[in-house]
């Protein structure tokens, strides 16, 4: 079994609709992540959390909200898509005993908004 | 704002050839780095990281960190066509946030 997960894997959605992408994972990490990719944009942090009271906002966050249900859940809102926010996303973790800050990466989810 | 670069390439190299990609950064107080490969459409997985100025060797893939010119590099020796992917790099920042870089394309011909 994959060690980070998300689900949906895919998404089709409208303008204007809420949307929630969920992650979760096995490892035992304390420290998860949100990211979207662009084409020629990279890999931008939207969100980021390093226990289940900690959450930060990263370089991207406008649009974006999320909530750290436990420490192995993550999860991703936009409360209103817009078509700008058709990406692919990925959840990563990190952490651990013997942490050497490497973020291990889900399978992501290709959200696109008509 | 803290910046990592990357030519994007694409950069081309016949099979069994080195391939060498390149990076730089802006914050001259990251110490954590590491590089990713990205198939198209699929997560990134870690090929290594580096903490100290040098080389560091996995197989295949020698990572070198110069961090009085901001500068690590990738080198792929013996590169395969499997090889062929968008290769990440990441410097971890002060806030304990991996910055990345575009990516660099790459791609074996055989």
């Known amino acids: 079994d994959a060690d980070v997960t998300q689900t949906p894997r895919n998404r089709i959605t409208k303008t204007g609709k809420r949307i929630m992408l969920e992650c979760s994972q096995t490892k035992g990490h304390d420290r998860m992540y949100w990211y979207r990719q662009d084409p020629g944009l990279g890999l931008r942090l939207i969100y980021y959390s390093f226990d289940v009271k900690d959450i930060n906002k990263g370089e991207i966050s406008d649009g974006y909200s999320v909530s750290r249900q436990a420490q192995a859940k993550f999860s991703l809102s936009l409360e209103s898509a817009i078509p700008n926010q058709t990406a692919l996303y990925f959840c990563?973790?990190?952490?651990?005993?013997?942490?050497?800050?490497?973020?291990?990466f889900g399978p992501g989810t290709r959200l696109t908004v008509l | 704002q803290k910046e990592v670069e990357q030519n994007s390439g694409p950069l081309s190299v016949p099979e069994g050839a080195i391939a060498s990609l390149n990076c730089t950064y802006s914050?001259?107080?990251?110490?954590?780095f590491f590089w990713y490969r990205q198939y198209s459409g699929k997560s990134p997985e870690l090929i290594m990281f580096?903490?100290?100025?040098g080389d560091k060797e996995d197989g295949r893939f020698t990572a070198q960190l110069n961090k009085a010119s901001q500068y690590v590099s990738l080198l792929i020796r013996d590169s395969q066509p499997s090889d062929s992917a968008t290769y990440l790099c990441a410097v971890m920042g002060s806030q304990g946030n991996l910055i990345f870089g575009k990516g660099t394309k790459l791609s074996v011909k055989p």
């Open positions: 580096i903490y100290s100025n």
């Open positions: 990563a973790t990190e952490g651990g005993a013997y942490s050497t800050d490497t973020q291990y």
């Open positions: 914050d001259r107080g990251s110490q954590s």
